[in-house]
């Protein structure tokens, strides 16, 4: 495989509205997604397999009887800690299931059970007798236990930075911020749950294993299988032609993964069926860790920051560290001479935390952008002008140019846009009817991420048109319309000459559909193939040649701190006698590059909206810490925002092209549209009612 140096490209395709190039797949119910493979593939006569999960936060399973499951009509295996199959490797303790009887977590794993139909798999694994010596467990995040340090915070963050001397600028300041700030567990809830199918053969002699599973990442999940089964990575082979969402929680192998592919291993080569239910997502599949963010803010009398400390105590699992990197737009957002942040975990016998939609950036923003709007109240400040005050000339901490940091243009327009002009200044100053009303301004940001070891493949067919292959996942997004219109503006023809192959780990390798990186990431290696291909072969190629190559490195991507930017502008009102809160109207504008296609990505960024409106007013997974385990385990117990909440959201975006960061333009979308909004509609609260909520959900009971 070669090497491209990438050069931008002409804008035909791209930019505009595309229709979904498997919408009517999608639309006709012909897309066919994980659990739904069968007898399509030549896959007749599956198993069923349905996961039996702890019922205790800690200590070891004694002893697994299976005797009257396998009496059950229809029940074939049932498999625990002492027969499954044995693993090579098993660092990753999420993954690693049922080599030893420990029990980390309540909802673990303990045992799997399999079945001639879905039916007879859950009747079964109810009939499993499990009994354990069980110990005392900590599932409780407390300022007194979130003690641990981290050697890093995701993406390789630093744990902990520090620069001038914060608490002599804020015994100095004039104006001080020093409050805490909570947000609570949330879970991803992908309208498709978690689902695999894996059937296991042999080639040349060597096993294999073939999945369909819904994942944001096929190669990301051969890479996590293949050590710990004792395979190469040519031995898996992982497909996900459609997903029904992620936000995260598919962004890598959860425990589930493994268990259909260890229980595939004891069929003889029958396929097994794993369809994860929206109750069991809640213990296995992932969630954002509740965040305590204590914040000090130091400023002079007109507002401009001296000081900034943002302490994050979060938590993490026994069994796997995750460490949210929540302060991390904290390092970059403000201009302050002193800044200190830090990230502290506890460790509790608790399900593994991971990736929900902007880790990170979603929580430590709520934090920090009401923070920004207690400042402009005690300063007397207009939000917007205090951000405009405390805009950095570059990214504070590591002294590099911003790519095109346009935060101000989206706070600005957004204001023009929202009616911003003659707001009281004064809280409790609007009443219409029973209803107080307010409105209110935070900030958004997002980092512009794109992958290494992405690569793609473009071949000359015999009618004129272009195969054109990568591994990466289109999980809802539009990414399959998207980079059709990459790869005809790169190759220089019609959006119908593409026929695009993806969502297979035998197609060249892509990274993860996260970290609002996919586009840019596999874009940039469809412009490198398609660019070396025309350089060797011209624009009339004979059919049937092709090109794989994947992006060289590019200099500007160390030499500028490539972030997106955005403002969001919320209307709340609280009824002044129940303190029920709804939010008429919200929008976003946003500084994102080039937006490749305006439906998708407008429906991008307004989903992150809808999101953190959800966040702000709904979203709460409730952990009972005498058992150890969430207790609000579906959608009629955790609430997401439905349709009747959602009232009038707009999103748009400056009319940009970034042509450092991509040879596209574009950066990412898909999880800018959630920073910041929850604070938006606290600090519209706010200005609602005079009463500050400083902890997520901002329900009624804070208002009465
Ligand atoms: Mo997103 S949480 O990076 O899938």
Redesign the pocket.
Known sequence: MTEQQTRPIEARSMGTDLRRVDGVEKVTGRATYAFEHAASDGLADPLHLWLVQSTVAKGRVVDVDGHAALEHAGVVAVIDHTTAPRLDDTTNGELAILQDGAVHFRGQIVALVLAETPEAAREGAALVHVRYDAEPHEAELREDNATYEPDEVNAGQATDTAEGDVDAALAAADVVVDATYRTPYEHNNPIEPHATLAWWGEEDGRPTLTMYDST?GVHGVVQSLFPMLGLEPDQVRVRAPYVGG???SK?EAHAHVMAAALAARTTDGRPVKLAVTRQQMFALTGYRTATISHLRLGARPDGTLTAIEHAVQEQTSAVREYAEQSASPTRMMYAAENRRTSHRLARLDVAVPS?????GEMPGMVALEIAMDELAVAAGVDPIDLRVRNEPEVDPETGKPFNDRRLIECLRRGADRFGWAGRPTEPRATVDGDWWVGTGVASSTYPAMRMPGNAARVRSLDDGRYAVAIGAVDIGTGARTVLTQIAADALGVEADAIALEIADSSLPPAS?????SGTSSWGTAIVAAAQRFRADHGDTPDPGVETTASAADDPAMKEYAFHSFGAVFAETRVHRWTGEIRVPRMLGVYSVGRVVNPTTARSQLLGGLVMGLSAALFEESYRDARFGHVVTQDLATYHVASHADVLGIEAEWLEESDDRFNPMGSRGI??IGIVGTAAAVANAAYHATGVRVRSLPVTADHFL
């Open positions: 944001q992620g936000f995260g962004g990736w929900m939609r902007a880790p993860v559909a996260g970290g609002s898909g999880e």
